[in-house]
């Protein structure tokens, strides 16, 4: 049995409150104060850790016994994700960015569907084409194409979607809760990055991680951390108690969020094409919604019917 509607609300509002608060966040410590990109990455797996090793002392979760190559995949995937995706954004425009990003929800469905042996109903595929038109209509005017940078693009989607399907399909697999599974993998992906981290950014002096930061910097960097920590065990829970394609679908409503608060708060602007690619988008996540909820009162309907 999985978690009731209840529950299920709230954890995607944690998750959309924390991933908004730490966008917002991240830009400040990257425009305002140059923080290393890769490096703020590392001081979030290693708060994820933290924070799990306190949740753990006060009993919030029992560790289950996993041996290291089995959490293995999930943290390479993760460290390739995170390197791949900034080096997509170094090399694109932030249009390419994110028309690449929304790549991601087909690509999870055909690995799902070529390897796992899912089958997704027409209906499901087809919510997949206003949701990318919307992305598209958002980001056209900042599209161009560069042969590195569709390198780093498409190698990025292809590790982001493995990592989200291994997500779910490890919790499973090994029989594991987000807690139990993330309590291994930050550690390791923490370590991970550490290795990489020397060859993209500077380690110490100006612009390093550990340069001379005024404390206030400090502070924001350790509040960003805490939020991390929040939007990590709620991507890991969402994933566990849904699954890939949903939290993708929730991610491309979050985008819209985002552009509309930005918009609201800060005056960004916003074109007519914005505006129709959001609505767009926003249609494509409520079909999937209206779907994805009529499959599940169908299901229920066959287990009450069931002799």
Known sequence: MGPGPGWLAAGLLVNLVASICIVFLNKWLYVRLGFPNLSLTLVHF????????????LRVFAPKSLRPRQVLPLALSFCGFVVFTNLSLQSNTIGTYQLAKAMTTPAI????????GKSFPLRIKLTLIPITLGVFLNSYYDVKFNFLGMVFATLGVLVTSLYQVWVGAKQHELQVNSMQLLYYQAPMSSAMLLCIVPFFEPVFGEGGIFGPWTLSAVLMVLLSGIIAFMVNLSIYWIIGNTSPVTYNMFGHFKFCITLLGGYLLFKDPLSLNQVLGILCTLLGILAYTHFKLSEQEGSKSKLVQRP
């Open 46 to 57: 290693a708060a994820t850790w933290l924070g799990l090793g306190l949740c753990q002392a």
């Open 109 to 116: 469905v055909a690995i799902q569907s070529l390897f796992y």
